[in-house]
């Protein structure tokens, strides 16, 4: 693929990524980090986890532009790539809010199998070792390494389901720490949490920070039941394992990440005012105040603030 030089140097500043998808994590796990000082730490900061999210072309522009007045933030320029093994064609744009990084493609062909499983994307130091390690850690190579126009990208099948795109640059990008670190959400059953969580601690190196076997369930929208609910965090950002029995009303298990602000009432009249639509209203568990929102363009989330939060004066 030929470039000009100057789209390969405003290339070389962005991110082209692949992130999450959704499975099921069991119950009766012991959940703690694993160590295997014989793999390497390949993270580089959880800035670098982004989620990977597709839209029609019609809907692009409306859409970018609706995270931006939901968060804030700003954008790379905006480009028609081929970023899979595979010929293709789509929009692509990274977009940087203080709340996260999100790349946004617009396929303008059919999309190759599996992508658009993948929801978010990890940064790696060495895509050979972070491909090893995800095998030695049991993962399933699930697209092999390949070259794209600034780098290299693999995805990566962790037991249970789970879609992960890992992804290297020829010149490493540099961005500015997040103010909050979003939460990929991972929905699954409690037949494979102890495989996924053993993995996926592994390759990360990272630790649960709590593991709630009766969380709320109205955070899953079943107010009169209880789930487990286990959060890990490592140097790759965070994620959120939702272990339940597959019997979730919508849009339960859409939502693939959970957004922190500062203030959630603020932030949610931004966002309606942009077409944003408020799926799940506020609601309290715990120490946050969340909603469940869907961006034009299908894009669900979870949008959540600590409880009694207020708006900056």
Known sequence: MRMTRAFFRAALTVVLTVGTVRVSLGQNTTATAVHRTAIPNVAVGPQYDTAHVYVAPEDFDRFVTSLLATFGGTTTKQFVLTITPTPSSTMWQLVMTPAGNLSVLGFKTPIPYPFGAEKMSFLVTDMDAAVSAARADGADVFVAPFNDPIGRDAVIQWPGGMITQLYWHKTAPSYTPLQTIPENHAYVSADRAAAFIESFLAFTQGKVISDDAHAPGIEIGRPSDTYRRIRI?????????????????????????????????GTLAKATGAGVTVLVAPYVAGDRKAAVVQFPGGYVAEIHALAGATASK
Do not use: C, M
């Open 233 to 265: 965090q490592s140097n790759f950002g965070k994620l959120t394992v939702l272990v339940t029995d597959g019997h979730l009303p919508y849009p339960y298990g859409r939502e693939v990440t959970g957004y922190e602000v500062a203030e959630l009432d």
